[in-house]
């Protein structure tokens, strides 16, 4: 099974063209407010303008963010800081190759590098700051402190967008849900736009490749599931003592409900993003087959099975009778988001949710090829079990 992945994966990447652009998918309207209330300083053509006069190469470029706005950013990008869309910083190590570039990054990013593999991959990545984010308040001050040459930021985050300009900065808006929270077309995006900052970079369009190659592997079996025989998945993205909060129609968890054949207990609800908020008689009229934590949330397995959170009782729901309660990896980062490790998260929630549909795939052997393939790193038996047993400390989101 690897051998042929990998295989596709190296022909299909000799194949690709550079991605160059973003989707002309729709945007929120949050996106929409901000590329209406910010204009660009200069016009692409006359930020080329002196380039093309001087016959020199110019100190910047225009992109077009997520929000739809022209940005001016430098030619050369010396230092990154990553705010509110958390999954970046990840996601950028892993297209630089590196974290040198990364000087600052948002403490929830920073307990997931800490608690995963980021941290053990690309240890340049621990020393960046973190004091400039509080939750979702952001110190002007200390981020000025930094001095970094572009700010990443969620694209619907209007006032930090203008907190940030308003500095003095450069803010570049990426949007975790323009693209409906399809993983892999986020994904893609998001390597577009990186792409456009850091032409220099290509490791990414590997990863997205292979991504595409298992999506049709996992497809390609659980296309012939009976609509009645579809496992109910239930997704715990935050669980503690005082609510429950699932993956709605709105988030990623109906991407990855559907994309492995099963159905996604919570599609009724139609709560945006990580609001909602539900109680346990909807879990126990649910009932769902398989329950999944994300690393959002330190809760684990055994809170299920012991009862140990809220004084929730879980112990007639059929995923905790039948054993089928899981926490979901922690590699480069949570992978309930779109990230790096994307394809091999598709492969061990398939596995999990219908094994005998994916008996003859090793998790273990296809992680350890995929990150000698994709990052030249060999891991030890410890780090993956590491990475598909998380620690509680990777949920601690700040």
């Known amino acids: 099974m690897r051998n042929k992945i990998l295989a596709l994966l190296l022909s299909c990447s000799m194949a690709l063209t550079a991605l160059a652009g973003c989707g002309s998918g729709g945007s929120s309207q949050a996106e929409s407010s901000a590329a209406e209330t910010v204009s660009a300083e200069e016009s692409p ?72 593999l980021l941290g053990e991959l690309f240890p340049e990545i621990l020393e960046a700051d973190t004091s400039f984010m509080a939750g979702g308040d952001l110190n002007v001050e200390q981020l000025l402190n930094l001095d970094p040459d572009v700010v990443l930021v969620n694209a619907s985050s209007t006032e930090l967008i203008s907190a940030i300009e308003n500095a003095g900065l450069t803010a570049v808006g990426i949007s975790p849900s323009k693209w409906d929270y399809d993983i892999l077309e986020t994904y893609d995006q998001w390597i577009a736009l990186l792409s456009q900052m850091f032409p220099e970079s290509s490791k990414s369009e590997e990863i997205s490749a292979y991504s595409k190659e298992v999506y049709g592997l996992v497809q390609e079996r659980v296309k012939d599931i009976p609509e009645e025989e579809k496992k109910s998945i239930l997704f715990l993205y935050n669980y503690d003592d005082n609510q429950i909060i699932t993956s709605g129609k709105h988030f990623f ?90 394809p091999v998260t598709f492969l061990w929630m398939a596995k999990t949710v219908y094994p005998e549909l994916f008996e003859d795939i090793d998790i273990t052997a296809e992680v350890r090829d995929y990150y000698q393939e994709l990052y030249g790193v060999t891991l030890t038996d410890e780090q993956i079990d590491r990475m598909y047993n998380p620690a509680s400390a990777g949920g601690v989101t700040y």
């Open 45 to 116: 053509a006359e930020a080329d303008s002196g380039a093309a006069d001087s016959g020199t190469e110019a100190d910047t470029v225009v992109i077009t963010d997520h929000a739809g706005r022209q940005v001016e950013v430098p030619a050369q990008i010396n230092r990154v800081v990553v705010t509110d869309i958390l999954p970046m910083a990840s996601v950028l190590t892993v297209f630089l190759g590196s974290a040198d570039k990364i000087v600052g990054i948002h403490p929830s990013s920073m307990s997931a590098a800490e608690s995963g």
């Open 253 to 342: 968890g109906q991407y990855w409900a559907d994309a492995i054949g099963g159905r996604n207990a919570a599609e009724e609800v139609e709560a945006e993003n990580s609001n909602a908020v539900i109680s346990m008689e909807q879990v126990y009229q649910w009932d769902p087959d398989v329950v999944l934590i994300t690393n959002f949330t330190t809760a684990q397995p055994d809170d299920l099975y012991n009862n140990t959170i809220g004084g929730n009782d879980w112990s007639s729901v059929k995923a905790v009778t039948d054993g089928q309660v899981y926490k979901m990896p922690l590699g480069t980062y949570r992978s309930y988001t779109p990230s790096a490790d994307t």
